[in-house]
């Protein structure tokens, strides 16, 4: 079975700095998916990032990036210039082409101010 | 679109009381799951639909849990008897399938079910 692994339970952050959260997942299939989601305390599952396996471009959405390393099958998200709104837990998802979603355990993201 | 719209919001229950929590997927999604959150398990994949059919049901907890798609708009995740264990916070989310552009998943609001 497919895994997503986070090892960080807890990251922290200072203000305007840069943190990075890591992820790896386990699989034998060439085509798949990558996201994270970030859910801020009000529970909501918001997507921050999305990933296709087959593009060899590391995705951005303005203050995040991903740092994709197929080979290594690690999938880490890269938070510049954190804000306090920043402040979440984040998941890492895996998708396969048959259409299941394989979710991390989470990291909580502290923004200090 | 209003998104993936899910009620109620929150429930509170008595022990072996049934619970029925609802679910609408966005129009023209053809993949719809079911997942159950809480601090010991994280997020859990309880069954997910394809075109109405269950695909993989191997995440209900036990035969008091089940799950049904009449049709396209509309699901329902069942629990009878309830038990203080089920509480946590149920999330439908629908997607469409991974043909398309937009490949993630998008959540509703979540079911927040306390049963006492």
């Known amino acids: 079975a497919q895994t997503v692994t986070q090892s960080q339970p807890e990251m922290s952050v200072q203000e305007a700095e840069t943190v990075t959260l890591s992820c790896t997942y386990d699989?034998?299939?060439?085509?798949?998916?990558l996201f994270w989601y970030k859910q801020p305390p009000s529970r909501q599952m918001i997507l921050v990032i999305r990933?296709?396996?087959?593009?060899?471009q590391n995705a951005t959405e303005n203050r995040f990036s991903v740092n994709f390393q197929k080979a290594a099958k690690s999938f880490s998200l890269k938070i510049s210039d954190s804000q306090l709104g920043d402040a979440a837990m984040y998941f890492c998802a895996y998708r396969r082409a048959g259409n299941q979603f394989y979710f991390g355990t989470g990291t909580s993201l502290t923004v200090i101010p | 679109d209003a998104g993936v719209i899910q009620s109620p919001r929150h429930e509170v229950t008595e022990m072996g009381q049934e619970v029925t929590l609802r679910c609408k997927p966005i129009?023209?999604?053809?993949?719809l799951f079911w997942y159950r959150q809480t601090m010991m398990r994280g997020l859990e994949l309880l069954i997910y639909?394809?075109?109405?059919?269950?695909?993989?049901d191997s995440g209900m907890p036990e035969d008091r849990f089940s799950a049904k798609m009449p049709n396209a708009s509309f699901s329902t995740l069942k629990i009878q008897p309830s038990e203080p264990r089920d509480s946590a916070v149920y999330f439908c989310a629908s997607s469409f399938h991974t043909g398309q552009k937009n490949t993630e998943a998008f959540f509703g609001q979540g079911t927040r079910l306390t049963v006492v």
């Open positions: 129009s023209g999604h053809d993949y």
């Open positions: 639909f394809n075109n109405n059919v269950p695909i993989d």
């Open positions: 990933q296709e396996a087959y593009k060899q």
């Open positions: 699989t034998s299939e060439s085509d798949y998916y």
